[in-house]
Structures are given as structure tokens and as C-alpha cells.
């Protein structure tokens, strides 16, 4: 009897309008992206040859996740994501460590354009060039753009202010090192501009290797016109490391063609690049509702420091995409690479200069 006297009680509070609690909701949601891809050029330990082979996220990344906001009142929200990526050909996580929520972990609140969050998240660098990367983030695994804006930080701390189409944002990630404020940290501070279908945007960001005595600065610029069926983007992004900046021997061997160098022990070898630059330049059209093609232009080139080899990579891009459905999208890509001097990797696995690849796929996102 008590506890259906407690449980009447607990329900007529609830139903009291200024004792009402908000619902939070929660929503699963994903994508999976699996194909056919042949590319040519592919390094082995005679010489280079062609591959095909079932594609897994050749053209958007593989993900799951939780995401979900609660309405606190007064226009304010508290907002979650975690989101881990999987490969669609064999089933498994896609990162070396095997972290669950590798892609995003983050917890904050909003309030209209305005946010915070806290956790592991996209960079405010990434952030910006999604406005105006030719590709818009899709082929990750062949455009050089992902690794020059820094992807995304741990332990941080993330804001945003919108007003007017414009949008600021600002981040600290902490590198959690007692004694040290500045060993492993990470700041960036950027926003854009949007109006009249024209967006322009510009950030940089600072990141401090694993001993705080040196530093990695990544800037991003460029803009996008969406002009009838057309919208063109451009886009220079550019990275510059001391010479002390403490990398991994894989980083620093392949530039930022492998990415941004990860921060490691200080007893790991020091970074060969002092500088990097990528231009980019692309026009999208949507021939229908249904039907859209994008033609992009990638040219990176590294510098390396005195006794280093400078590099260069030129990519080139044409891609279709068909949209089956509002969730189900058939594509067809075709790109071609040129490297030249520090950027020709002889490793097993990796391009020779001129490889070129053709892909067909479908993507489904729920």
C-alpha cells in the first residue's frame, strides 16, 4: 500500500505544471558506405601494381552513434554526441587504439546559435573548412584536406557565438600534464562569415608537442559561392612546425600527407617539416534533384628543414552522386595523384606517382 501511496505522490507532482520535468531524447543514427574500388600504382616489394577490392568508406565515413538534447527551459538545451567509426568490409573499429567513442564524446549546452562543450570533439579549424572544402568532407581517405585542419582534440573545452550570419568559435584543450600547463595543449580561435550565398571563413590554431617547448600552428582560409545550380569553394590551409616539435618517426617521414604529427615522448625523433601548404579549388552542380558532380583540385607542398627533402602532391578529383532515396546515395568517383620528391613513398601499400583510382559504391545513412 505505501508504495502505491509513494508512486500516486511521485505522479502528481510530475503533473504539477512547475514541478514538470522535461524529456530527454535520444536518437541512434549512422552511416554505412561499402563499394568497389580498382587502384592502380599500389606499392609492393617488386615494384607497383593494381588492386581491386570491396571498399569500405571510400566515399563517407563509417559511424554510429548516440546523440540527443534535453529542454531545460528558457530556450536553454543540454546536448550530447558519441559517435564511433567501424569498417564496413570487415566489421571492425576503425582505429588502431580500439577506443569505443573515437569519433566524438562530448556533453554541453545551447542556447539558440550559442554553445559550450566539453569532451573530445572536431577542432574549430575543421569546423571552419567544412564550409569550403571542395569535397565537403567526403573521400576522406584520398583528399590530403582532413589532416591539415587538425580533426579533432581531447579534454577540451569548445564555444560558439552566432549573431547576424556570423560565427565565432573558440577552443582549449588541456594536455592534462602535471607540472605543465603547456606540454600537449591545443588552442584555436576562428569563425565564418554567411550571406547572400556567399561564405567566407578563417581560423588558426596552436598545438603544443608532448614537451610544451614547441609548437605545430595550423591557419585555414577560404570561401564558397553558391551561385543557381553551382556552388563553387577554394581554400588554402597551411601548417608550420618548429624545429624542436616532437613527432612520431611515421609523421614526420611522410609530412601532411599522413596528417597532422602526433604528440609522443620527447625520446621520439624531432619533426623534418618546417612547413606545409594546401590549395584547393572545386566547383559542385546538381544536374537535378537527384543528381549532382564535383570536380576538385588538391595541391599540397611540404618544406622540409635544412638536410630535408621538400615534397609535392597534386590530386584530382570527379565525383557523382545519385540519391536513391533521402538516405540512400549511389556514387562514382575518379582521382589521380602526382608526387614528387619527399612526398614518394616506397612503402608496401602506399601510391607511386600517377596512381589513379575508380570507385563505385552506395551509402546509407540512418
Known amino acids: 500500500m505505501n508504495k ?28 554505412i558506405d561499402v563499394g568497389v574500388k580498382n587502384q592502380s600504382k599500389v606499392n609492393t616489394a617488386t615494384g607497383n601494381g593494381s588492386v581491386t577490392e570491396v571498399s569500405s568508406q571510400n ?8 546523440k540527443g538534447s534535453e529542454d531545460l ?4 538545451k543540454a546536448n550530447f554526441d558519441l559517435e564511433a567509426g567501424y569498417a ?23 542556447s539558440g546559435e550559442n554553445s559550450v562543450e566539453l569532451g573530445y570533439d572536431y577542432t574549430t579549424n575543421f569546423k571552419i573548412t567544412a564550409k569550403y572544402d571542395p569535397m565537403s568532407y567526403t573521400y576522406t581517405g584520398t583528399t590530403p584536406v582532413v589532416g ?11 564555444g560558439q557565438v552566432g549573431f547576424n550570419g556570423v560565427t565565432l568559435m573558440a577552443q582549449y584543450g588541456m594536455g ?10 591545443n588552442t584555436g580561435i576562428g569563425g565564418y562569415w554567411s550571406g547572400n550565398g556567399l561564405t567566407i571563413g578563417l581560423g588558426t590554431m596552436q598545438q603544443d608537442d608532448g614537451t610544451g617547448n614547441a609548437k605545430n600552428t595550423l591557419t585555414t582560409f577560404g570561401a564558397a559561392y553558391a551561385m543557381n545550380q553551382f556552388t563553387f569553394r577554394a581554400g588554402l590551409l597551411t601548417q608550420k612546425w618548429d624545429s624542436g616539435y616532437v613527432t612520431s618517426s611515421t609523421a614526420a617521414s611522410v609530412g601532411i600527407v599522413g596528417g597532422v604529427p602526433a604528440v609522443v615522448p620527447a625520446s621520439v625523433k624531432t619533426a623534418t617539416f618546417e612547413k606545409s601548404r594546401l590549395a584547393m ?24 628543414y635544412a638536410g630535408g627533402t621538400d615534397g609535392k602532391k597534386k590530386l584530382t ?12 546515395t549511389a556514387y562514382a568517383e575518379l582521382d589521380h595523384n602526382a608526387y614528387s620528391d619527399a612526398d614518394v613513398s616506397t612503402k608496401a601499400g602506399a601510391l607511386a606517382d600517377g596512381a589513379t583510382g575508380i570507385g563505385v559504391g552506395i551509402v546509407h545513412a540512418f
Open 176 to 185: 592534462e600534464v602535471p607540472g605543465s600547463s603547456s606540454a600537449g595543449r
Open 148 to 158: 591539415a585542419t587538425g580533426v579533432r582534440t581531447k579534454n577540451m573545452v569548445q
Open 281 to 304: 579549388i572545386g566547383v559542385e552542380y546538381a544536374f537535378s534533384d537527384r543528381v549532382s558532380g564535383r570536380v576538385a583540385y588538391y595541391d599540397t607542398k611540404v618544406s622540409a
Open 4 to 31: 502505491k501511496l509513494m508512486a500516486v505522490a511521485v505522479a502528481g507532482a510530475l503533473a504539477i505544471p512547475g514541478l514538470a520535468f522535461a524529456q530527454s531524447s535520444a536518437t541512434l543514427y549512422g552511416t
Open 88 to 110: 564496413s568490409d570487415t566489421g571492425a573499429l576503425d582505429n588502431s587504439a580500439g577506443d569505443t567513442f573515437h569519433r566524438m564524446s562530448w556533453l554541453g549546452l545551447s
Open 73 to 76: 527551459g528558457g530556450g536553454l
Open 317 to 328: 578529383m570527379v565525383a557523382v552522386d545519385y540519391s536513391l532515396s533521402k538516405s540512400t
Open 59 to 66: 566515399r563517407t565515413s563509417n559511424r554510429w552513434g548516440l
